[in-house]
């Protein structure tokens, strides 16, 4: 197979499927230049909305209008000219995007948008023609709205979760709400708490409700999933449908044993359950799958993980009832397809020899799955079914943005608009509007309109063999102007280590550090995610060896390559980023200059006993499996065990409210290299914040003090067109 790998994105066509022979070029409208125009609705939590004072009392959902966020939003649909590189400000980095996702109406008539405000995130609805925003919705309590859904071609449904910092992925609360485009009829559809006896019926305690279809034809109702815990690592799992305007439930199955999710037929009757589990039966760690079909009331085991070699994830039941598939043995990349639910066959549609699929190219009426994306390097688009019309329309829209990746975001019900997500390694982020009839794509905002991409630098996956002969991939970014040769570099770690990994695209941090004249290298090493279970799983028990091996080998990489001046190399991240900052100098002596700490772990016996991962024993039983019981093992992985061995240059970083890694691992390992002789340059332990900083002002503080700590170790770099100082 033609593995199509270069250094941006790339639509490669299967070699058993006709070849396109022809695109049609798009046609791209100005940038919008209208003053948004915002509806004004004065609403305090606990009180009515006006429009809805005739259906009793709204409690909960405090919905608010916010300036900041329309004047955000006008400027990014305005396509305001971005300020030149020089004026760049480590602010100008760090603050948040103007928003988060978008989906546009069923009808085309209206835009929805989340907007995140550092430790909130809120939704905002916009009128699709001339973006005049008419309602921003905003959760009381620093709720964040989290995912949301068009239920109807003007109602919205969304959940409330809590964000836990940067590097954590948001807990969610059980809460769903629901409201009209125009802001009416705001209903809160499923809650915590003590309510009146009206509400009642809508109160849950540790239930979790997920949207499973919006039922296209249906605009009063939707499916959902319900969990319930039944015990500290069991919870059954109810599908019910659900009212959009009440909240009242009725249900419709339930799942045949704990621990499973479920998925729907083409009929939207619950028919698949894949249930997990993630011990085996000496209570060790072990991830393990059983898919059941449902007939009637009855459930018949069709597949089983650990005696048939293979785990089977259903993906989605198109209306001809054709069931696509994700298939995983638990070692290769896992391949997508069909499945006969009557044999259980399975028929394969793609695989990668070296990555997994990261997400799927559906037709917009949602029967054809069109095309699927893999990211070993840059993303790869691989068209199943190049002759669908919207294979043909993906490809042109691919060659109208050449060296960035495009995906259809949203889409009307019709197929006629589609919402066109554009990025890549330079471009944070903008959202044009295609129009079908006219084939014309219209511009509609720009996710950081401020930074103007071609001042950007520019990222290079790379991949190499480890020292055991491994394949490693990785990303290198090289500051906007430079010729990518003897460069002081940030090695840059990510967390996890297993399951995360980074990714192609716009990075926000990596490019702030590139402005100031560094090379930023990221490492996709043993443990991250997307490269097959057997190289996700080598990860284990390598925390502070194979891992390690991987930064170093990555780094060296760099030098052979002449893209790093040896002398002039520091190491930086967070959580895992964090560990690996302190533990692979000490791997490593002489290879790394400084290093910076952020909300890391620093001694593997206090990850044992404090923190939100041994607070279950699920979590226990993964820290067994990544760590081992060996006491004398967790020391030699445990760089505050070994702070005598660090020898260079430190400062530390760490949220005072961080439950992940919490602040007493930073603490410990500031003592331990005082008591070592080389007390740190500095630490900071900063109220408020949690496993990464979100409020902007915190990340400014944070991010100067360590370009004055790098600065001082491996010399001022001065930027193509930059400034080393905010």
């Given at each position: 197979?033609?593995?199509?790998?270069s250094a941006?994105p790339?639509v490669?066509?299967?070699?058993?499927?006709p070849?396109?022979?022809?695109?049609?070029?798009?046609?791209?409208?100005p940038?919008?230049?209208r003053?948004?125009a915002l509806?004004?609705?004065?609403?305090?939590a606990?009180?009515?909305?006006?429009?809805?004072?005739?259906?009793?009392?709204?409690?909960?959902?405090?919905m608010?209008?916010?300036?900041?966020?329309?004047?955000?939003l006008?400027a990014a649909?305005?396509n305001l000219s971005p300020?030149?590189?020089?004026?760049?400000?480590i602010?100008?980095?760090a603050?948040?995007?103007?928003?988060?996702n978008?989906?546009?109406?069923?009808?085309g008539?209206?835009?929805a948008?989340t907007?995140?405000?550092?430790?909130?995130?809120?939704?905002?609805?916009?009128?699709t023609s001339?973006?005049t925003?008419?309602k921003i919705?905003?959760?009381p309590?620093k709720?964040?709205?989290?995912e949301?859904?068009?239920?109807?071609?003007?109602r919205?449904?969304f959940?409330?979760?809590?964000?836990?910092g940067?590097?954590?992925?948001?807990?969610?609360?059980?809460?769903?709400?629901?409201?009209?485009?125009d802001?009416?009829?705001?209903?809160?559809?499923?809650?915590?708490g003590t309510?009146d006896a009206?509400q009642?019926?809508k109160?849950?305690?540790?239930?979790?409700?997920?949207?499973?279809?919006t039922l296209?034809?249906?605009?009063?109702f939707?499916v959902m999933?319900?969990?319930s815990?039944?015990?500290?690592?069991?919870?059954?799992?109810?599908?019910?449908?659900m009212d959009?305007f009440?909240g009242r439930r009725?249900?419709l199955?339930?799942?045949?044993?704990e621990?499973?999710?479920?998925?729907l037929?083409?009929?939207k009757?619950p028919?698949?359950?894949?249930?997990?589990s993630?011990?085996?039966?000496d209570?060790?760690?072990?991830?393990?799958?059983?898919?059941?079909r449902?007939?009637?009331?009855?459930?018949?085991?069709?597949?089983?993980s650990?005696?048939d070699?293979?785990?089977?994830r259903?993906?989605?039941?198109?209306?001809?009832?054709?069931v696509?598939?994700?298939r995983s043995?638990?070692?290769?990349?896992?391949a997508?397809g069909?499945?006969?639910?009557?044999s259980g066959?399975?028929?394969?549609?793609?695989s990668?020899p070296v990555a997994?699929?990261?997400?799927?190219i559906w037709?917009t009426d949602?029967?054809?799955?069109?095309?699927v994306?893999?990211e070993?390097?840059?993303p790869?688009?691989q068209?199943?079914?190049?002759t669908?019309r919207?294979?043909?329309?993906?490809?042109?829209?691919a060659?109208a943005?050449?060296?960035?990746?495009?995906?259809?975001s949203?889409?009307t019900?019709?197929?006629s608009?589609?919402?066109?997500s554009?990025?890549s390694?330079?471009?944070p982020?903008?959202?044009?509007l295609y129009?079908?009839?006219?084939?014309?794509?219209?511009?509609?905002?720009s996710?950081?309109?401020?930074l103007d991409?071609?001042k950007?630098?520019?990222t290079?996956?790379?991949?190499?063999a480890s020292r055991?002969g491994?394949?490693i991939?990785g990303y290198?970014?090289i500051?906007?102007?430079?010729?990518g040769?003897?460069l002081?570099?940030?090695v840059?770690p990510h967390?996890?280590?297993i399951?995360?990994?980074?990714?192609?695209?716009?990075?926000?941090?990596a490019?702030?550090?590139?402005?100031?004249?560094?090379?930023?290298?990221q490492?996709?090493?043993r443990g991250?995610?997307?490269?097959?279970?057997?190289?996700?799983?080598a990860?284990?028990?390598q925390?502070?060896?194979g891992i390690q091996?991987?930064?170093?080998?990555?780094?060296?990489?760099?030098?052979?390559q002449?893209h790093?001046?040896?002398?002039?190399?520091c190491?930086?991240?967070g959580?895992?980023?964090g560990?690996?900052?302190?533990?692979?100098p000490?791997?490593e002596p002489?290879?790394?200059?400084?290093?910076?700490?952020?909300?890391?772990?620093?001694?593997?016996?206090?990850?044992?006993?404090?923190g939100?991962i041994?607070q279950?024993e699920?979590g226990?039983?993964y820290?067994?499996?990544?760590?081992g019981?060996?006491?004398s093992v967790?020391?030699?992985?445990?760089p505050?065990?070994?702070a005598?061995?660090?020898?260079i240059?430190?400062?530390?970083?760490a949220?005072?409210?961080d439950?992940?890694?919490p602040?007493?691992?930073?603490?410990l390992?500031?003592?331990?290299?005082?008591?070592?002789?080389?007390p740190p340059?500095?630490?900071i332990?900063q109220?408020g914040?949690?496993?990464?900083f979100?409020d902007?002002?915190n990340?400014?503080?944070l991010?100067?003090?360590m370009l004055?700590?790098?600065?001082?170790?491996?010399?001022s770099?001065?930027?193509?067109?930059?400034?080393?100082?905010?």
């Amino acid at each position: 197979m033609d593995r199509c790998r270069s250094a941006g994105p790339q639509v490669c066509l299967q070699p058993v499927l006709p070849v396109l022979k022809e695109r049609r070029a798009i046609r791209q409208e100005p940038g919008i230049r209208r003053a948004l125009a915002l509806r004004t609705t004065n609403i305090v939590a606990g009180a009515p909305h006006a429009a809805a004072s005739t259906h009793g009392r709204y409690s909960d959902m405090g919905m608010k209008s916010l300036s900041t966020i329309a004047a955000a939003l006008m400027a990014a649909a305005m396509n305001l000219s971005p300020a030149h590189a020089s004026a760049y400000s480590i602010e100008d980095f760090a603050r948040h995007p103007t928003y988060s996702n978008a989906k546009i109406s069923p009808d085309g008539r209206f835009l929805a948008v989340t907007v995140d405000r550092g430790d909130q995130d809120v939704l905002t609805v916009m009128r699709t023609s001339d973006l005049t925003v008419l309602k921003i919705n905003q959760l009381p309590d620093k709720k964040s709205v989290g995912e949301f859904h068009w239920v109807s071609p003007d109602r919205l449904m969304f959940n409330a979760v809590r964000k836990l910092g940067g590097y954590a992925q948001p807990f969610m609360l059980g809460e769903w709400f629901a409201v009209n485009a125009d802001g009416s009829q705001p209903r809160p559809l499923v809650f915590r708490g003590t309510r009146d006896a009206t509400q009642r019926g809508k109160t849950v305690s540790n239930q979790q409700f997920r949207l499973l279809d919006t039922l296209k034809d249906d605009n009063q109702f939707v499916v959902m999933s319900v969990t319930s815990p039944r015990s500290s690592e069991g919870a059954g799992t109810e599908v019910v449908r659900m009212d959009v305007f009440s909240g009242r439930r009725t249900p419709l199955a339930r799942a045949p044993k704990e621990n499973c999710g479920i998925a729907l037929d083409a009929r939207k009757e619950p028919r698949f359950a894949v249930c997990s589990s993630s011990r085996d039966e000496d209570g060790n760690y072990d991830e393990r799958t059983e898919l059941y079909r449902r007939d009637g009331a009855r459930w018949t085991l069709i597949n089983a993980s650990r005696s048939d070699g293979y785990h089977l994830r259903v993906i989605r039941t198109t209306d001809d009832g054709t069931v696509y598939v994700d298939r995983s043995d638990g070692k290769q990349p896992s391949a997508i397809g069909t499945l006969d639910v009557e044999s259980g066959e399975f028929s394969p549609l793609f695989s990668d020899p070296v990555a997994d699929v990261s997400r799927a190219i559906w037709s917009t009426d949602g029967e054809t799955l069109v095309g699927v994306v893999t990211e070993a390097g840059a993303p790869m688009v691989q068209l199943i079914n190049a002759t669908h019309r919207d294979a043909e329309l993906f490809s042109s829209l691919a060659s109208a943005f050449p060296g960035e990746m495009v995906s259809f975001s949203s889409h009307t019900d019709d197929g006629s608009q589609i919402l066109v997500s554009v990025y890549s390694d330079s471009n944070p982020g903008e959202l044009y509007l295609y129009n079908r009839d006219t084939g014309q794509a219209r511009f509609m905002m720009s996710n950081r309109q401020w930074l103007d991409k071609t001042k950007m630098a520019s990222t290079m996956p790379f991949s190499f063999a480890s020292r055991d002969g491994m394949t490693i991939h990785g990303y290198l970014t090289i500051p906007n102007g430079s010729d990518g040769r003897n460069l002081p570099m940030i090695v840059n770690p990510h967390g996890g280590p297993i399951g995360p990994r980074d990714a192609w695209g716009f990075n926000w941090e990596a490019q702030m550090l590139a402005s100031r004249g560094y090379a930023v290298l990221q490492v996709n090493f043993r443990g991250s995610g997307g490269y097959g279970r057997a190289f996700q799983d080598a990860g284990h028990m390598q925390w502070g060896q194979g891992i390690q091996n991987d930064i170093i080998d990555a780094t060296r990489w760099a030098i052979a390559q002449g893209h790093a001046d040896k002398d002039r190399i520091c190491i930086y991240g967070g959580s895992f980023g964090g560990y690996s900052s302190l533990m692979a100098p000490i791997r490593e002596p002489g290879l790394y200059r400084c290093t910076f700490g952020y909300v890391g772990v620093y001694d593997v016996d206090m990850m044992f006993k404090r923190g939100d991962i041994p607070q279950s024993e699920s979590g226990l039983r993964y820290l067994r499996r990544t760590h081992g019981t060996d006491a004398s093992v967790w020391a030699e992985n445990s760089p505050a065990r070994r702070a005598g061995e660090v020898g260079i240059p430190v400062y530390l970083a760490a949220g005072a409210r961080d439950e992940r890694t919490p602040p007493e691992q930073t603490e410990l390992m500031n003592r331990a290299l005082i008591a070592a002789g080389n007390p740190p340059e500095g630490m900071i332990i900063q109220s408020g914040e949690m496993h990464g900083f979100y409020d902007v002002d915190n990340r400014v503080n944070l991010y100067t003090k360590m370009l004055e700590f790098f600065d001082r170790h491996i010399g001022s770099a001065q930027p193509a067109g930059g400034t080393a100082s905010d």
